[in-house]
């Protein structure tokens, strides 16, 4: 993993996390920030609430079709989560795909795999709150490793081969522990 100041696991309390990411820290001018507009991903993280990122995007479906797809999946998130859906933005080996991450305290797993069947998903990301996994549809490990952070260093998004972005700002979930990490292998 690559520098500690790109991880919020550096914070030891919730509290100290919460003042770093402070309440106006959308500009790169917040004092070096590295995770200014990540405030509301950070927070879910940092609160050990439950979540759930997943894409209705299909790499073999049109640009109109993907779109329908996405907005079908957010106006069913919405409707499920209220103001507890956001819209992140992904890309991965030079494609990209749109995607919501939802959080709260439904059963955001299970909703989740349901929409990994409906939109025919390889794989999902959910978080019980304390670990962050990447899982099949049938809830199966699609890794074999958790992640339990959140990077916005660019060794990290080199390492795992993309990134996804909120707020314009990219990151990526990562480990702090460097043997449980995803190294994305173009060769493989």
Same mark, same amino acid.
């Given at each position: 993993?690559?520098?500690d100041?790109?991880?919020?696991?550096?914070?030891?309390t919730?509290?100290?996390?919460?003042?770093?990411?402070?309440?106006? @820290?959308?500009s790169? =001018?917040n004092?070096g920030?590295?995770?200014?507009?990540?405030?509301k991903?950070?927070? &879910? #993280?940092? $609160?050990?609430t439950?979540?759930?990122?997943?894409?209705?995007?299909?790499?073999?479906?049109?640009?109109d079709?993907?779109?329908?797809?996405?907005?079908?999946?957010l106006?069913?998130a919405?409707s499920?989560?209220?103001?507890?859906?956001?819209?992140?933005?992904?890309?991965?080996?030079g494609?990209?795909?749109?995607?919501i991450l939802?959080?709260? @305290?439904e059963?955001? =797993?299970?909703?989740?795999?349901?929409?990994c069947?409906?939109?025919?998903?390889?794989? &999902? #990301?959910? $978080?019980?709150?304390?670990?962050?996994?990447m899982i099949?549809?049938?809830?199966s490990?699609?890794?074999?490793?958790?992640?339990?952070?959140?990077s916005?260093?660019?060794e990290?998004?080199k390492?795992?081969?993309?990134?996804?972005?909120?707020n314009g700002?990219?990151?990526?979930?990562?480990?702090?522990?460097?043997?449980?990490?995803?190294?994305?292998?173009?060769d493989?």
């Open positions: 993993v690559g520098d100041q790109y991880t919020i696991d550096r914070f030891s919730v509290g100290e996390l919460r003042e770093y990411v402070g309440g106006d @820290t959308d790169d =001018e004092n920030n590295p995770f200014s507009g990540l405030e991903i950070t927070q &879910i #993280i940092a $609160s050990f439950p979540f759930a990122v997943v894409s209705a995007y299909r790499s073999e479906l049109s640009d079709e993907n779109q329908e797809r996405h907005e079908e999946l106006a069913d919405k499920k989560f209220g103001s507890r859906v956001l819209e992140l933005e992904g890309e991965f080996e494609s990209k795909e749109k995607s939802v959080y709260g @305290t059963p955001v =797993e299970l909703i989740a795999r349901a929409w069947e409906q939109y025919e998903q390889d794989a &999902i #990301i959910v $978080s019980d709150g304390f670990e962050i996994s099949k549809c049938d809830g490990p699609y890794l074999d490793f958790t992640f339990n952070t959140l916005v260093d660019p990290d998004m390492m795992a081969g993309g990134s996804s972005s909120y700002r990219k990151f990526v979930f990562t480990s702090l522990d460097p043997t449980n990490h995803l190294h994305y292998n173009p493989a």
